[in-house]
């Protein structure tokens, strides 16, 4: 496959921005060229603008090659690198899948770039056919999500097969809940896919959202296009330092990731019980999507006891339903033992 024919006519003509340190690593020599501050403040220089140190030790975390690899400002940068990459605005389209990420829909808006959501099965499984008979001429890019957000589930690897095999464009497979599951990710078979790009975060299971850390996995063919139009130091220091302190200590990471499954499996058994639950939605991600029998007043009462929830009632499929976190184990029991408590003060009312 031809990536580079697929790519937006201005992108394949572009000239990339080339800063200072793509020219000089800067290393050991007498740094004059990028009008910074001499004076060292520990964080004086400009970044490396490949992040090559965080990259290698991420591809050693993850099991992966750092030639792999392109890091964007949280995946929400790579979500909206991904569509200007490829998509020409008010011409071409994506596709995605309903109900799933939100800001898919948002980055297509902002860019100009019609979104069109195909609903998943009833019971959120994907349906590759279904998918591909909506491909046309202008579709560029498929952006899937697995697990999924809302619904919690990891799709059947055959449905995903079938996309990929199926279609001629970009697919984009957010992964950003894969820690949550038994489930291998997909980023192991990029050898397959040249046209494959499998986001990650250290947003969830890392437990670093608030440094906006995202990975995308894809050939290195890949690599060079998301090089070539990525603002050159969009991974800040800081958070570099944040990053490679944090995937030391993998075994922290492991135990974190194995209390909050086990957590969730707490959660679904206790959430069961409950007289105003109607269903518990099977997850593979830190959260819960959960069916009641009055989402907006429990999500109301909810939020009157300090208790903030999602309420998911608006998207497709999803009436009456609350996507809950998967908290520790003190405030999983103090959201178990409220909803008990409303649940018996609506019994003596009624
Ligand atoms: C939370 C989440 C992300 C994370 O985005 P960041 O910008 O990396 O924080 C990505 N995709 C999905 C589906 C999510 O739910």
Redesign the pocket.
């Given at each position: 496959m031809k990536i580079e024919e697929l790519l937006r006519p201005n992108v394949r003509k572009m000239i990339p921005y080339s800063s200072a340190r793509d020219e000089f690593s800067g290393v050991g020599m007498v740094q004059l060229d990028a009008n910074e501050n001499p004076f060292d403040t520990g964080l004086n220089r400009y970044p490396d603008p490949y992040q090559r140190q965080l990259k290698k030790e991420i591809a050693r975390y993850k099991g992966g090659r750092m030639q792999n690899l392109v890091l964007?400002?949280?995946?929400?940068?790579l979500?909206d690198l991904a569509i200007r990459a490829f998509c020409v605005p008010a011409v071409d389209e994506i596709i995605g899948v309903k109900p799933?990420?939100g800001?898919y829909k948002v980055s297509c808006e902002l860019n100009d770039v019609a979104y069109r959501e195909i609903p998943l099965d009833e019971d959120f499984s994907l349906n590759a056919d279904r998918l591909l008979r909506e491909v046309t001429a202008k579709t560029k890019l498929i952006f899937i999500?697995s697990p999924?957000?809302p619904s919690g589930n990891v799709f059947e690897d055959a449905a995903i097969e079938k996309l990929l095999n199926g279609f001629t464009g970009i697919v984009v497979l957010?992964e950003?809940?894969i820690d949550f599951t038994a489930k291998e990710s997909w980023s192991k078979r990029l050898n397959e896919y040249p046209q494959l790009i499998v986001?990650q975060?250290?947003?969830?299971a890392i437990g670093l959202?608030a440094t906006?850390?995202?990975m995308a996995w894809c050939s290195e063919q890949m690599v060079e296009i998301f090089n070539r139009i990525k603002p050159p130091y969009n991974i800040n220091q800081l958070t570099e330092f944040e990053a490679m302190k944090r995937i030391q200590d993998a075994d922290q990471i492991a135990e974190d990731i194995q209390s909050i499954i086990e957590q969730r499996e707490w959660l679904i058994q206790e959430l069961e019980k409950s007289g105003v639950v109607e269903k518990v939605y099977p997850s593979d991600a830190n959260f819960i999507l959960v069916k009641v029998n009055d989402a907006n007043s429990l999500y109301g009462q909810l939020l009157q006891k300090n208790l903030v929830v999602r309420n998911r009632t608006t998207q497709y499929n999803c009436e009456n339903c609350l996507r809950i976190s998967v908290g520790t184990k003190e405030e999983n029991k103090e959201l178990i033992e409220t909803i008990k408590k409303l649940e018996n003060e609506e019994s003596t009312i009624y």
């Open positions: 964007g400002n949280g995946s929400d940068e979500i799933s990420y800001m999500c999924n957000n957010d950003a809940y986001l975060t250290f947003s969830k959202a906006r850390l995202g």
